[in-house]
Structures are given as C-alpha cells and as structure tokens.
C-alpha cells in the first residue's frame, strides 16, 4: 500500500466521529491505508476508530506516550510503507477533494524549497483561486503531509524531550524550507476545546479557525474539477 494516512487520537470523542465520517467521504479514499495511533484514555475514541468504514490498522498505546512521541511514531509507521504520508489529527477534518490536493501536492517533492504540505488556510480566496497553490514561509499541521527524505533529514538533527514537534521542523530541523498551501484550505480546524495548543476560544478564532473551506464555499466539487496551478 503506497497511499497512507496516519491519524493521532486521543481524548476527543466528539471530534474523532467528525474525522472519520470525513475521511469516508473524501474522494479516493478506498485507495489509502489508515494506521491509527490512539493514546489509552478514551474507550469511546478507541470504538469510533474501531467502527471506522476504512481499510485501517489500530494501534493503542502501552501507555500514554504525549503529543509528540505519538506523532512521531504514526509517522515512523507510515514510512515503513511509503515515501509520502498525510496526517490528519481528531480536529481537523479534510474536505471530501482534500486527498486529490496531498497528491498533487506529492509531484513537488523535487522542488528543494518545499519542505511539507498543509491543507489549511484562514483568507478567504476569490473564487479564481480555487485551485491555486502557494508556498509560505509558516508552519501550519492542521492536515499536513511530508515526504519521507525530508523527514529522515530532519531526524538527523532530533533531541530528547522537544516539546512540539511542528515547531521543531519548521524553526530547527528543516530551517530555510516551505510550507505548501491551498489558497481554498482543503481542511478545516474545529480545535476550539481541549487543545494542547488552546489557551481560549479568543485564540481558537484569532489564529486556526478558517470557514473559507471547500466544502462550505462550494456546493459541489464540480468547480474543481480543473488542473491545480502553482503561484510559486
């Protein structure tokens, strides 16, 4: 299997039901693998993922591993099988296009200034930029994906006891690179309760809730059925 997606849960039920029902729907699904790694602290998340319509292996940890550790792992999982790996995490909740938007994004892999993909963006973009893709300067997980040499390269440069993970590639182990971004996101950020990274809703709102998705601006994907362009 050469198409994956890894998934980090944790204590979120209502969240991981949003996820998954997404992820069912999102076109080209039944190509992917889904590997799940699911911290021991919710049975109701640990059932939800178990229920999940989706060609899927669990795995639940020994013991609770943190943030990073978890993510790490799903990440060291998915490169067992392929060269390219889509995270999503319980709050963020691709669009039904979003994996034809990773696998575009995939064919860049040659391109030295690009250093992982995100599915998310907060600007509302003008209706002629639908399928436009941009590069910036910022580090923004909230469905995300990261080609397997530009991990490994990072891996060279990982310490004992980094706090977050994604701020760790952006400022330290992948210095210099880009983020991949849609103009439309491809991804929406629900996030506003039980963040590790959310202090409060004024927060939420100001810095990861993005509206402008493509499944809320557009009715039907029709609109999309056109060839994404690169702006960079």
């Excluded at 992917?32 to 602290?41: A, G, L, M, N, R």
């Excluded at 993909?117 to 973009?125: D, I, K």
């Excluded at 995300?144 to 004992?160: S, V």
Aim: with cysteine; proline share 5%.
């Amino acid at each position: 299997m050469d198409k994956v997606i890894v998934v980090t849960l944790a204590y979120r039920p209502e969240y991981t039901r949003l996820l998954i029902k997404a992820l069912e729907e999102c076109r080209g699904i039944e190509q992917y693998k889904v590997y799940f790694h699911i911290e021991p602290v919710s049975k109701e998340v640990i059932q939800i993922a178990q229920e999940a319509k989706l060609d899927k292996e669990i795995e639940i940890n020994k013991g609770i591993k943190g943030c990073t550790r978890n993510h790490l792992d799903a990440f060291s999982k998915g490169f067992y099988y392929t060269d390219y790996v889509i995270l999503f995490e319980d709050d963020t909740i691709p669009s039904k296009d979003a994996l034809q938007y990773f696998e575009w994004c995939k064919t860049h892999a040659d391109d030295p200034r690009c250093g992982w993909v995100s599915g998310w963006n907060q600007r509302a973009p003008n209706s002629d930029e639908y399928t436009r893709v941009s590069i910036r300067n910022s580090m923004r997980p909230w469905g995300f994906a990261i080609w397997k040499d530009r991990w490994e390269e990072a891996l060279k440069l990982w310490r004992p006891k980094i706090p977050h993970w994604d701020m760790w590639l952006w400022h330290e182990a992948l210095l210099g690179r880009y983020e991949v971004y849609p103009r439309l996101a491809r991804v929406q950020n629900i996030g506003s309760k039980q963040g590790s990274n959310v202090p409060n809703f004024d927060h939420y709102i100001k810095h990861m809730f993005n509206p402008f998705c493509s499944n809320l601006i557009i009715g039907t994907l029709d609109e999309l059925n056109r060839p994404y362009r690169r702006d960079w």
